[in-house]
């Protein structure tokens, strides 16, 4: 992918103003989550879609620290512990309240996120939601990849070592990690 054709990152202001738009949409806490997801821990569409409850539980039941993401959930073996956002976890508990009202919820095998028709999403769905969030709000060049570059050139930006970015982000090369950060 050349340089030109990236996702654009996403300032600390957009972060805000999309967080506290969509936290006011239809399904404002199951958006807010997913947004957090792709900024606060860098999961890709693919890895968001695939989330269980189970990921992000302690063993009382509780959201724990860490998504605990397996390689059948992620790109390739990239399946890694993740820690988790205060921003985001507060978010979970919040949608895990709204899921033990339902009947169907099994927290070993239910899914974070849901849809109407549906007790789970896709990876284009949750794409396509991206793509709809950014051109509502009027973001140009943001896709369902701009969060988690967002998150990478922040952790760049704080003075994390680019070894330490590429295990969060995990990825297999050093250079794919590099390509991630935005210079500007």
């Excluded at 949409?25 to 792709?38: A, M, V």
């Excluded at 992000?56 to 993401?69: A, W």
Aim: net charge positive.
């Amino acid at each position: 992918m050349g340089l030109g054709k990236q996702a654009k990152t996403l300032s600390k202001p957009q972060i805000k103003m999309l967080s506290e738009l969509l936290i006011n949409t239809r399904y404002g806490l199951r958006d807010q989550t997913i947004f957090y997801f792709s900024v606060k821990s860098g999961l890709r569409a693919k890895e968001i879609a695939m989330l269980k409850w189970s990921m992000v539980m302690n063993s009382d039941g509780s959201v724990g620290d860490y998504l605990h993401l397996p390689n059948s959930s992620s790109k390739g073996k990239s399946g890694r512990i993740v820690p988790l956002n205060k921003d985001l976890k507060k978010s979970l508990i919040s949608l895990l309240e709204q899921h033990r009202q339902l009947q169907d919820f099994e927290p070993q095998t239910s899914s974070i996120f849901r849809t109407e028709r549906s007790h789970s999403t896709s990876a284009q769905a949750i794409v396509n939601m991206f793509q709809r969030w950014y051109k509502l709000f009027g973001l140009v060049g943001c896709s369902s990849h701009s969060g988690r570059r967002t998150f990478i050139t922040a952790l760049s930006e704080k003075g994390v070592s680019v070894r330490v970015i590429q295990a969060l982000a995990r990825h297999s090369s050093l250079a794919t990690t590099q390509k991630y950060i935005d210079v500007s």
